[in-house]
């Protein structure tokens, strides 16, 4: 018999390629971190002698989900700009928090607190954007969470760095300082083309290139940012980066709710991706993105988060049930983005936009072991006619009792594990405390106007 690390035997296995696929009593093997076979249980148990053999009876095993968007540090953020419109929220409340909070210790802290929810929320990987890059890949590392980081850019100073020069200066500097993390990769993070300049961008372009990492910006969030391009520029958001040389494979426009048809057909074209943040969009009244009408021309929709500043939890099943019901919804069509769409958009999607498609996002053969086990035997999920739907319409982040990245098990029974021990949670709990603290000070000295 061949010895692997781990044999996980599930109920079912649904490995997202191919498309539509329920596989019933199987098991996955892993072997150095990456799925060495996926085969019937009652195959797999003459054929492994596992060191660890782990075994599902009632749950379904999936990838694990991808969070295409979020500002992780921004955990600790949360309730602090409640039931405000984007642009108060932003200016009245965000960013002068962020002028008088934001630190290495503050990232750091914050990513921490982020990357439990997510792991046991079944993300293994996040897509993020926020300062100090290199202290959130460093905090995602630490819990064994897969991450790519962006490289941000804008024109105004910050705690973290004086200008665009400086931005993506020092966050080059890091991702040279963190090549040799397996669990970190980096992106191109120019925050928005109402914040960053021609020139920025155009250098953003061709970094892009050179480095040949993915570009992730916000785009078209609401019609305001689109009315002031136009009064600004001349020209749409969209128009404009297309011009600088940034709307193509690498791009990965984020929220991107108000698109005319034909800069859908564009994004189409050029195989861009939009990272689709349903819960923020509602939550900040910023309109409905045209999902079915983004799937239907072949663009890549993954799911994001957003920051919990914006959003509250970071949770990808409930993104990927708000974006199945809002896409029928908006469309008028009840077979809009159909429950194994919105598990590919959560997965296989997400994965492509971030150039790892052939790293994670499916159960296959030679990639990456990051994996879920969601426990499908409550009242709530039974009966289950139908496992890909149940995951979608039924399933919730609290039924996630297993959690694999590159192999190495990081959720057990809802307890996040490393190196085969329990994390200590009460370090991560008093930092949020001593945060929460300081938020509630930094409010008091800069109070919300009420008008």
């Given at each position: 018999m061949r010895p692997v690390d781990t044999l996980i035997s599930a109920r079912w296995v649904v490995p997202v390629v191919p498309r539509g696929a329920v596989l019933a009593d199987h098991s996955v093997a892993v072997e150095g971190g990456r799925i060495a076979a996926v085969l019937p249980t009652a195959l797999a148990r003459t054929q492994f002698a596992p060191v660890r053999h782990v075994e599902l009876p009632q749950h379904v095993l999936a990838p694990g989900l991808i969070n295409a968007h979020a500002h992780a540090a921004m955990n600790l953020l949360r309730g602090a700009g409640d039931d405000l419109p984007l642009a108060r929220w932003l200016n009245e409340r965000i960013w002068p928090l962020e002028r008088a909070l934001v630190s290495e210790r503050?990232?750091?802290?914050?990513?921490?607190?982020?990357?439990?929810?997510?792991?046991?929320?079944?993300?293994?990987?996040?897509?993020?954007?926020?300062?100090?890059?290199?202290?959130?890949?460093?905090?995602?590392?630490?819990?064994?969470?897969?991450?790519?980081?962006?490289?941000?850019?804008?024109?105004?100073?910050?705690?973290?760095?004086?200008?665009?020069?400086?931005?993506?200066?020092?966050?080059?500097?890091?991702?040279?300082?963190?090549?040799?993390?397996?669990?970190?990769?980096?992106?191109?993070?120019?925050?928005?083309?109402?914040?960053?300049?021609d020139a920025t961008l155009a250098r953003v372009a061709m970094l892009a290139e050179e480095l040949d990492v993915p570009v992730h910006t916000h785009v078209h969030e609401t019609a305001a940012e689109v009315e002031e391009s136009v009064r600004l520029h001349g020209v749409r958001p969209l128009e404009r980066l297309d011009r600088l040389g940034l709307v193509s494979e690498r791009l990965l426009a984020v929220h991107a709710v108000h698109l005319l048809p034909e800069e859908?057909?564009?994004?189409?074209?050029?195989?861009?991706?939009?990272?689709?943040c349903p819960a923020s969009n509602l939550k900040l009244a910023s309109g409905f993105a045209p999902t079915a009408a983004l799937l239907g021309q072949g663009v890549k929709v993954a799911f994001g988060t957003d920051g919990a500043a914006s959003n509250n939890r970071?949770?990808?099943?409930?993104?990927?049930?708000?974006?199945?019901?809002?896409?029928?919804?908006?469309?008028?069509?009840?077979?809009?983005?159909?429950?194994?769409?919105?598990l590919e958009c959560a997965t296989m999607h997400a994965a492509g936009a971030l150039g790892l498609s052939d790293q994670i996002g499916s159960i296959e053969v030679g990639k990456n072991a990051d994996l879920i086990a969601v426990d499908l035997s409550g009242p709530e999920t039974q009966?289950?006619?139908?496992?890909?739907?149940?995951?979608?319409?039924?399933?919730?982040?609290?039924?996630?009792?297993?959690?694999?990245?590159?192999?190495?098990?990081?959720?057990?029974?809802?307890?996040?594990?490393?190196?085969e021990r329990q994390v200590d949670y009460e370090p991560i709990a008093a930092s949020a405390l001593y945060w929460q603290a300081r938020v509630h000070a930094a409010g008091r000295a800069s109070p919300l106007r009420v008008t």
């Open positions: 503050f990232v750091y802290d914050g990513t921490r607190l982020a990357a439990a929810e997510m792991l046991r929320a079944g993300i293994t990987c996040c897509n993020d954007m926020y300062f100090f890059p290199e202290q959130a890949a460093r905090a995602f590392a630490e819990l064994g969470m897969r991450c790519v980081v962006g490289i941000i850019a804008l024109e105004f100073p910050s705690a973290y760095a004086a200008d665009a020069d400086d931005y993506l200066r020092k966050g080059l500097a890091a991702r040279d300082a963190l090549r040799g993390e397996p669990l970190v990769g980096f992106s191109l993070a120019p925050h928005a083309p109402y914040t960053v300049a859908i057909a564009r994004l189409a074209q050029r195989g861009a991706s939009v990272a689709h970071l949770d990808l099943f409930e993104e990927m049930r708000l974006a199945a019901l809002l896409a029928k919804g908006a469309a008028n069509d009840a077979s809009a983005l159909p429950a194994w769409q919105a009966p289950c006619p139908d496992v890909v739907s149940q995951l979608v319409y039924c399933a919730g982040r609290e039924h996630v009792s297993g959690v694999w990245v590159a192999g190495d098990r990081v959720v057990a029974d809802r307890r996040i594990m490393r190196n």
